[in-house]
């Protein structure tokens, strides 16, 4: 869009508020007041709003706080964090006394992420959030009261806390699957806030999967802001699971982004900021500081100042690790010198002390500061390790699992019924045909395609296209059908879970494609070992789940058995390689854990996980594990 040149601008503002002088309609006038600031740039935008009479505007008090609540966007948007911190907290007070409106609860929840992008500590943002989601609980508008359930699930990362953030993601997602409408923002934003509950109890691959699965929802409504922030949380997850490539792949990725967004100029800082953090992980000490020391240059370009002081330390270690002590003592002094950084870091407070006691020749509290580090972060792992903080991860995990199926069926249903549509529509055209002769071979012929398209559609939307067994959705589907029938006629049903140990190492050491037919081969051998009624299908990456109708746990354990022998005892040639893996196996029953599909399968998969925990190639029962 073009630019308003000055007179053409002054023009334009002066006819604008004589008509709204003239005639006074002030809902009117404030929505014509979004669009024109909306068509600008956010400071263009903040100019209209300073040459607004809001004074003689005639707006009423929930007017007033909507026009409060543009100048805090605005200002959000040009990171003038402290402007729109105190527009916000204008709108608020202009209706926090009145019955809960929208604006009320959008204000606290906005307040919340400005003074999250200026401090980056919960007990900052989270009072407004808190305060949000009360209100919202008052209101009657669905979408914020699930937008309020998410932010706040933020504040809860803790591992003694985590608890009531699932507890608040699981109330968002109920909400969403009630909805007539699909929010593919929302719905990015529970995946975000479910992969930073994961990321805090140290379950860094489901973190980094679902901050995955938000970036590709977010690419789907091309919102390049909040793909890049969720490259960021990927690429923070990577380096906690030693994945350079993935790291690595991320930076590309931000550094494109950055080029593309010309919006946000802060992320070229940040790219170079997590660029840094990448090659500092990998010993790769020039090329960090190369990149940590662009990042203080771009400095001026972000309001963030979490993410600046941070900047300082990274360089420090970087500087203390390349041997230049005398430059890492001089960032590490910069970084001390922000006494308003996040208290809740003080891991990262205490390197930057210890690396300023080191440059200042004391060594006694260099090496002191460094043991309380060990300890902290000690500490943290035990309380991370808590078992169950992990189950209650892993029973969020199991619950949005079963969320994204239902969406799939309903979208396989909504699909069957367009088929069913296309069917009567054709059938009624064919029925203006003369001859009956006529009319029956190509009804005859539309039939045949259509259901020949269906079975073929069907089995597509069931089948995992890499192994050919079940996929994922219709294994949860079929296998709770075959739990249900077995408990009504009081039959017993067994559930196993395995998969490949160390697979990770496979793909590592041959490559994906080597990967790949290993799962092929897994496939196949565990089929020829199966009777036919047994249902079985790929689950995840390299995890697999068998229901086995009318088997009692005694059966279960002998077929798991036969299952680990019949993979271990025999190895595999894909492409002149020869292969030799083996499985862990995890098995429950539903006469000794459970009546539905979701509870044995996470019974077996902690039996799995006890299984991989005493040396993997075993097969563990359920029940033992209690």
């Given at each position: 869009?073009?630019?308003?040149s000055?007179?053409?601008?002054t023009?334009w503002l002066?006819?604008?508020?004589?008509v709204?002088?003239?005639?006074?309609?002030a809902n009117?006038a404030?929505?014509?007041?979004?669009?024109?600031a909306?068509?600008l740039s956010p400071?263009?935008?903040?100019?209209?709003?300073d040459?607004f009479?809001l004074?003689?505007?005639e707006?009423?008090a929930?007017?007033?706080?909507k026009?409060?609540?543009?100048?805090?966007?605005?200002?959000?948007k040009?990171?003038?964090?402290?402007?729109?911190i105190?527009?916000y907290g204008k709108?608020?007070a202009f209706?926090?006394d009145?019955?809960v409106?929208?604006?009320?609860?959008?204000?606290y929840?906005?307040r919340?992420?400005?003074?999250?992008?200026q401090?980056?500590?919960?007990?900052?943002?989270?009072?407004?959030?808190k305060q949000?989601?009360?209100?919202?609980?008052?209101n009657d508008?669905?979408q914020?009261?699930?937008k309020?359930l998410?932010?706040?699930?933020f504040?809860y990362?803790?591992p003694a806390?985590?608890?009531?953030?699932?507890?608040l993601?699981?109330?968002?997602?109920t909400?969403v699957?009630k909805s007539d409408k699909?929010?593919?923002h929302?719905?990015?934003m529970?995946?975000n806030?479910t992969?930073?509950l994961?990321?805090?109890?140290?379950?860094h691959?489901?973190?980094?999967e679902n901050f995955?699965?938000?970036y590709?929802?977010?690419q789907?409504?091309?919102d390049k802001?909040?793909?890049?922030?969720?490259q960021?949380?990927?690429?923070s997850e990577?380096l906690?699971l030693?994945?350079?490539?993935?790291?690595?792949q991320?930076?590309q990725?931000q550094?494109?982004?950055?080029?593309?967004t010309?919006g946000y100029?802060?992320?070229?800082?940040?790219?170079?900021?997590n660029?840094?953090?990448?090659?500092?992980r990998?010993n790769e000490f020039?090329?960090?500081?190369?990149?940590?020391?662009?990042?203080?240059?771009l400095?001026?370009?972000?309001?963030e100042?979490?993410?600046?002081?941070s900047?300082?330390?990274?360089?420090?270690?970087?500087y203390l690790?390349?041997?230049?002590?005398?430059?890492?003592t001089?960032?590490a002094?910069k970084f001390?010198?922000?006494?308003?950084f996040?208290?809740?870091?003080q891991s990262?407070?205490?390197?930057?002390?210890?690396i300023?006691?080191?440059?200042?020749?004391?060594?006694?509290?260099?090496?002191?500061?460094?043991?309380?580090?060990?300890?902290?972060e000690r500490e943290v792992?035990?309380?991370?390790i808590n078992k169950?903080?992990?189950?209650?991860?892993?029973?969020?995990?199991?619950?949005l699992a079963v969320?994204e199926n239902q969406?799939?069926a309903?979208k396989?249903?909504?699909?069957e019924?367009?088929?069913?549509a296309?069917?009567?529509?054709?059938h009624i055209?064919?029925?203006?045909l003369?001859?009956?002769?006529?009319l029956v071979?190509?009804?005859?012929?539309m039939?045949?395609?259509?259901?020949?398209?269906?079975?073929?559609?069907r089995?597509?939307?069931q089948?995992?296209?890499?192994?050919g067994l079940?996929n994922?959705?219709?294994?949860f589907?079929r296998?709770?059908?075959?739990?249900?029938?077995?408990n009504?006629?009081?039959?017993?049903?067994?559930?196993?879970i395995?998969?490949?140990?160390?697979?990770?190492?496979?793909?590592?050491?041959?490559g994906?494609?080597?990967?790949?037919?290993a799962?092929?081969a897994l496939?196949k051998?565990?089929?020829?070992?199966?009777k036919k009624?047994?249902?079985?299908g790929?689950?995840?990456g390299e995890?697999?789940?068998?229901?086995?109708?009318?088997v009692?746990l005694k059966?279960?354990?002998v077929i798991?058995e036969?299952?680990?022998?019949?993979?271990?005892e025999q190895?595999?040639?894909?492409?002149?390689?020869n292969l030799e893996?083996t499985?862990?196996?995890g098995v429950?029953?539903?006469?000794?854990?459970?009546?539905?599909?979701n509870?044995l399968?996470?019974?077996?998969?902690?039996a799995l996980?006890?299984?991989?925990?005493?040396?993997?190639?075993?097969?563990?029962?359920?029940?033992?594990?209690?």
């Amino acid at each position: 869009m073009e630019r308003f040149s000055t007179r053409r601008f002054t023009a334009w503002l002066c006819s604008f508020l004589f008509v709204v002088s003239v005639n006074g309609f002030a809902n009117e006038a404030l929505i014509q007041l979004e669009k024109s600031a909306e068509a600008l740039s956010p400071a263009e935008g903040i100019e209209l709003l300073d040459q607004f009479d809001l004074d003689n505007s005639e707006f009423d008090a929930e007017s007033q706080a909507k026009f409060y609540f543009l100048y805090g966007q605005l200002y959000e948007k040009t990171r003038q964090l402290d402007l729109s911190i105190a527009s916000y907290g204008k709108g608020i007070a202009f209706v926090k006394d009145l019955p809960v409106t929208d604006v009320l609860v959008d204000s606290y929840l906005e307040r919340s992420f400005a003074h999250y992008l200026q401090t980056n500590d919960p007990s900052v943002y989270c009072i407004d959030r808190k305060q949000a989601l009360i209100y919202a609980r008052q209101n009657d508008n669905s979408q914020l009261l699930t937008k309020a359930l998410t932010q706040n699930a933020f504040c809860y990362t803790e591992p003694a806390t985590v608890q009531i953030g699932i507890d608040l993601l699981e109330e968002a997602m109920t909400i969403v699957d009630k909805s007539d409408k699909i929010n593919t923002h929302r719905k990015a934003m529970i995946y975000n806030a479910t992969g930073n509950l994961y990321r805090q109890v140290g379950l860094h691959q489901r973190g980094y999967e679902n901050f995955e699965k938000a970036y590709l929802a977010w690419q789907i409504i091309d919102d390049k802001e909040d793909m890049f922030n969720m490259q960021h949380n990927m690429l923070s997850e990577a380096l906690k699971l030693g994945d350079w490539s993935k790291a690595q792949q991320s930076i590309q990725v931000q550094f494109a982004l950055a080029k593309m967004t010309k919006g946000y100029k802060d992320l070229l800082f940040f790219a170079n900021l997590n660029a840094g953090r990448v090659a500092l992980r990998m010993n790769e000490f020039s090329e960090a500081i190369t990149h940590l020391e662009k990042a203080v240059s771009l400095h001026y370009t972000t309001k963030e100042r979490y993410f600046k002081t941070s900047n300082y330390l990274f360089l420090a270690l970087a500087y203390l690790r390349n041997g230049d002590a005398d430059k890492a003592t001089e960032m590490a002094r910069k970084f001390t010198q922000d006494e308003s950084f996040s208290k809740n870091q003080q891991s990262m407070i205490l390197k930057g002390k210890a690396i300023v006691a080191l440059g200042d020749n004391r060594p006694v509290d260099a090496m002191n500061m460094l043991l309380k580090v060990i300890d902290s972060e000690r500490e943290v792992n035990q309380n991370i390790i808590n078992k169950k903080v992990i189950n209650s991860a892993l029973e969020h995990n199991a619950k949005l699992a079963v969320f994204e199926n239902q969406l799939l069926a309903n979208k396989l249903a909504i699909n069957e019924l367009n088929w069913e549509a296309a069917e009567d529509k054709e059938h009624i055209n064919e029925l203006k045909l003369s001859l009956f002769l006529v009319l029956v071979l190509v009804l005859f012929a539309m039939v045949m395609v259509l259901l020949y398209s269906q079975r073929s559609l069907r089995a597509r939307a069931q089948t995992d296209f890499l192994t050919g067994l079940y996929n994922r959705g219709y294994t949860f589907t079929r296998g709770q059908y075959l739990v249900e029938k077995a408990n009504r006629k009081q039959q017993s049903v067994a559930v196993i879970i395995f998969d490949i140990d160390n697979f990770k190492l496979i793909n590592d050491t041959h490559g994906h494609h080597i990967g790949d037919l290993a799962l092929q081969a897994l496939s196949k051998r565990a089929q020829a070992l199966l009777k036919k009624q047994d249902l079985i299908g790929r689950i995840g990456g390299e995890e697999f789940l068998i229901v086995l109708p009318n088997v009692n746990l005694k059966q279960a354990l002998v077929i798991s058995e036969r299952l680990r022998a019949g993979i271990a005892e025999q190895s595999f040639s894909f492409d002149d390689i020869n292969l030799e893996f083996t499985i862990s196996l995890g098995v429950a029953d539903n006469l000794s854990e459970g009546k539905s599909l979701n509870d044995l399968a996470k019974y077996a998969d902690e039996a799995l996980y006890r299984a991989k925990f005493a040396g993997k190639n075993k097969v563990y029962i359920a029940a033992e594990c209690a």
